[in-house]
């Protein structure tokens, strides 16, 4: 059935959309025909991104975005709107990875950890929200949760906060926001081949007190499928639940963790 998309006419906001997970689903996106915006504190990466898109036929901006300045994400709401007129879906994705033992975890990790990965949602959802509930088109928003929002681990304790916080803030919002045709959920991936998925790798090694090749061992032990997830694994999760098919789901978390968590 040439020519059919399942994001046609849609307009997206990808935060932390650089790299890992967030470039995954920028492309999905695009090759699915949204209109792209991607928005990262790493502007030239998010810049690579959209470029590559655009080569492609596809239509994407790229802006600096802080998820922890308000300012910057209205600034990025305001783009979206002059660049395409319109915004219907906000992936809430950007996030970054501590992991230390837990009596050992510095404040000041905690702080930046609760800043970007539970306020950074929190100020995007409201932003966005509000305009999505003003526009009164109804729209989607989608979280990056984790299996670390789903059970706590060893060394994980203030990064799983944050996970634990978005889950609960996302069923929240899709109580409040259904009724406005604005479906809310969440993605929990488990281990994925990015930036931070190497970056828990080497942690684990220093932690652990083991080899490289030990430590991936024991981070895919629970998973049922024996490699980590590509990106591009991930982000069609959320190609499904930007899109019609996923029309009566909202409040959902969706695992894509090769069954590592199965509840
Ligand atoms: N990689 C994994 O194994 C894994 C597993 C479960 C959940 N996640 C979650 O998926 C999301 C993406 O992870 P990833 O693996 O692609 O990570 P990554 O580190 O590879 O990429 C994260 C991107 O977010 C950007 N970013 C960081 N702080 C930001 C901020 N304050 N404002 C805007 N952008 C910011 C970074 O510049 C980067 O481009 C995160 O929320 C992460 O917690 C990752």
């Given at each position: 059935m040439s020519g059919y998309y399942l994001l046609g006419g849609q307009v997206a906001v990808v935060t932390g959309a650089a790299r890992g997970i967030g470039s995954a689903i920028a492309r999905r996106f695009a090759e699915e025909g949204a209109r792209v915006v991607l928005?990262?504190?790493?502007?030239?990466?998010?810049?690579?991104?959209?470029?590559?898109?655009v080569e492609r036929g596809g239509d994407a901006v790229a802006c600096h975005l802080d998820v922890t300045d308000q300012a910057a994400i209205e600034r990025a709401l305001a783009l979206c709107l002059t660049c395409f007129g319109q915004v219907d879906v906000l992936v809430a994705n950007a996030g970054i990875l501590y992991n230390a033992p837990f009596l050992e975890t510095p404040r000041e990790a905690w702080d930046r950890l609760i800043?970007?990965?539970?306020?950074?949602?929190?100020?995007?959802?409201?932003?966005?929200?509000?305009?999505?509930?003003?526009?009164?088109?109804?729209?989607?928003?989608?979280?990056?949760?984790?299996?670390?929002?789903?059970?706590g681990s060893r060394f994980h304790g203030a990064y799983c906060a944050t996970k634990f916080g978005v889950i609960g803030l996302l069923q929240s919002?899709?109580?409040e926001l259904t009724p406005h045709g604005i479906l809310v959920n969440g993605v929990c991936p488990g281990n994925v081949e990015t930036p931070m998925g190497e970056q828990l790798v080497a942690s684990y090694t220093r932690l652990l007190g083991v080899d490289e090749a030990t430590a991936r061992r024991e981070l895919l032990a629970e998973s049922k499928i024996p490699r980590p997830a590509r990106p591009e694994e991930v982000a069609d999760a959320f190609v499904y639940l930007a899109s019609p098919l996923a029309s009566y789901v909202t409040g959902a978390t969706l695992h894509v963790d090769g069954g590592m968590v199965m509840r």
């Open positions: 928005g990262d504190v790493d502007l030239a990466g998010a810049e690579a991104v959209a470029t590559e898109i800043a970007v990965n539970l306020t950074g949602v929190f100020l995007c959802m409201q932003v966005f929200g509000r305009h999505l509930v003003q526009a009164g088109r109804g729209g989607r928003i989608i979280v990056t949760a984790s299996t670390a929002g789903k059970r919002l899709a109580a």
